[in-house]
């Protein structure tokens, strides 16, 4: 998944990486690098937020042409755990667990 921190930050500014995220069965609440996100709505440029500080973070797929971050003057971060499958993504393989669409 791409993750990038919102709060404090300009548009797309915000330090970004590129990792494994779990998820509850309900797809409302997420788990990265010891933190509970839980979705949100009706916020400016954030899908979801940390329960216990209440930062503003943006949750998607990545992407191949690597424009995950529109502005950013920096590229994501890449976990690594998570970097032989992203690299296996950028040439072409489906992320892991959608293999089937």
Known sequence: MFVQLKTGYDTDRGPSWIGWVDFSRSWGTAYFRG??????TGLYDANFHDVGTGEEFWLSGPRRDR????YGPLPPEIEPAAATAYRAFLDGAPLPGRENG
């Open 35 to 40: 933190r509970t996100l839980r979705r949100t």
């Open 67 to 70: 424009a995950d971050t529109r």
